[in-house]
């Protein structure tokens, strides 16, 4: 017979599977509804990610659940803490096809903001709100990325102060794409990230893009830009300008190709302007701060 714990786990799966089956929904939050979610647990990422960094995972309602939002799509959290309802805007770093569960990627110090506060007074088996927003939107498919139904083969980030997990989210969803991919020696394109940030200390979750790059070479890269950089520093200094943008990201503009930016809405607002003086079409790139469903 079995034993005890095994008689555990099997009727733990049992019941998950069973309250799976009478869920409604196959989706949860993409209806733009504000939904309970009840948090699983935190990991600590300073080596991962950079430090001061954490993820926390979030439970959605069902084990075989999936969050419904597609890549490039963020989410806003929302929790009471000591008389005020604070909200904060997460783009998940799990995958939308990944089940039961929902990632965020967050710092952990006073640059993540007030939200940071609720957070990590959550513990887990704790609940907050969860709703679906706005984003880029991308859709897998088995040969390339779509959005808006062009082809995209080749994906810029631009990305400004506290704004890169937009682009390790993409960046992730990406290459694991590439590898699941049949023939991953034919992929044509990849990804390119400029990252402007005020010191080398601001550059958290830098270190998500290192061991992509250290994977994938040929299909991931990246250029760092500070306006007061450390000693010895060998990359970008002061501002990214129109030179900057050429350069280090996918150019000249062209049908296959998507440009992401995210960052203060001052940098978005100087950004655009940059990418129309070098001819970007306004529907191959995408600024979060111009999204009337990045907010509510």
């Given at each position: 017979?079995?034993?005890?714990?095994?008689?555990?786990?099997?009727?733990?799966?049992a019941?998950?599977?069973?309250?799976?089956?009478?869920?409604?929904?196959?989706?949860?939050?993409?209806?733009?509804?504000?939904?309970?979610?009840?948090?699983?647990?935190?990991?600590?990422?300073?080596?991962?990610?950079?430090?001061?960094?954490?993820?926390?995972?979030?439970?959605?309602?069902?084990?075989?659940?999936?969050?419904?939002?597609?890549?490039?799509?963020?989410?806003?959290?929302?929790?009471?803490?000591?008389?005020?309802?604070?909200?904060?805007?997460?783009?998940?770093v799990s995958?939308?096809?990944?089940?039961?569960?929902?990632?965020?990627?967050?710092?952990?110090?006073?640059?993540?903001?007030?939200?940071?506060?609720?957070?990590?007074?959550?513990?887990?088996?704790?609940?907050?709100?969860?709703?679906?927003?706005?984003?880029?939107?991308?859709?897998?498919?088995?040969?390339?990325?779509?959005?808006?139904g062009?082809?995209i083969?080749?994906?810029?980030?631009?990305?400004?102060?506290?704004?890169?997990?937009?682009?390790?989210?993409?960046?992730?969803?990406?290459?694991?794409?590439?590898?699941?991919?049949?023939?991953p020696?034919?992929?044509?394109?990849?990804?390119?990230?400029?990252?402007?940030?005020?010191?080398?200390?601001?550059?958290?979750?830098?270190?998500?893009?290192?061991?992509?790059?250290?994977?994938?070479?040929?299909?991931?890269?990246?250029?760092?830009?500070?306006?007061?950089?450390?000693?010895?520093?060998?990359?970008?200094?002061?501002?990214?300008?129109?030179?900057?943008?050429?350069?280090?990201?996918?150019?000249?503009?062209?049908?296959?190709?998507?440009?992401?930016?995210?960052?203060?809405?001052?940098?978005?607002?100087?950004m655009?302007?940059?990418?129309?003086?070098?001819?970007?079409?306004?529907?191959?790139?995408?600024?979060?701060?111009?999204?009337?469903?990045?907010?509510?």
């Amino acid at each position: 017979g079995n034993s005890l714990a095994e008689c555990v786990v099997f009727g733990r799966i049992a019941g998950e599977r069973a309250a799976t089956i009478k869920q409604k929904d196959t989706m949860l939050l993409d209806k733009g509804d504000w939904i309970p979610v009840q948090l699983r647990e935190v990991r600590s990422t300073d080596v991962k990610y950079g430090h001061n960094t954490a993820v926390y995972r979030f439970n959605l309602h069902g084990s075989m659940q999936q969050t419904g939002l597609e890549l490039g799509r963020f989410v806003a959290i929302r929790g009471s803490l000591d008389g005020d309802t604070l909200t904060g805007y997460y783009s998940p770093v799990s995958r939308p096809d990944d089940e039961g569960i929902v990632d965020i990627l967050c710092r952990t110090d006073e640059k993540g903001g007030p939200i940071v506060q609720l957070l990590t007074s959550l513990q887990p088996g704790s609940s907050c709100l969860m709703k679906g927003m706005g984003g880029v939107k991308l859709v897998r498919q088995p040969e390339a990325w779509l959005h808006d139904g062009r082809t995209i083969n080749r994906i810029s980030l631009l990305c400004g102060g506290t704004g890169l997990a937009p682009a390790v989210q993409i960046a992730r969803a990406y290459i694991h794409w590439v590898n699941q991919s049949t023939c991953p020696g034919d992929i044509s394109g990849g990804i390119r990230l400029v990252y402007a940030a005020e010191t080398a200390g601001d550059l958290a979750f830098i270190a998500a893009f290192d061991k992509l790059k250290e994977l994938h070479p040929k299909l991931v890269d990246y250029y760092l830009v500070l306006n007061d950089p450390p000693a010895g520093w060998t990359m970008g200094v002061g501002f990214v300008d129109p030179d900057t943008i050429r350069q280090k990201l996918w150019f000249p503009p062209a049908d296959d190709h998507m440009l992401v930016m995210c960052g203060p809405p001052i940098f978005e607002k100087i950004m655009s302007g940059n990418l129309d003086k070098l001819g970007y079409p306004r529907e191959q790139y995408y600024s979060f701060s111009a999204d009337p469903e990045a907010t509510g």
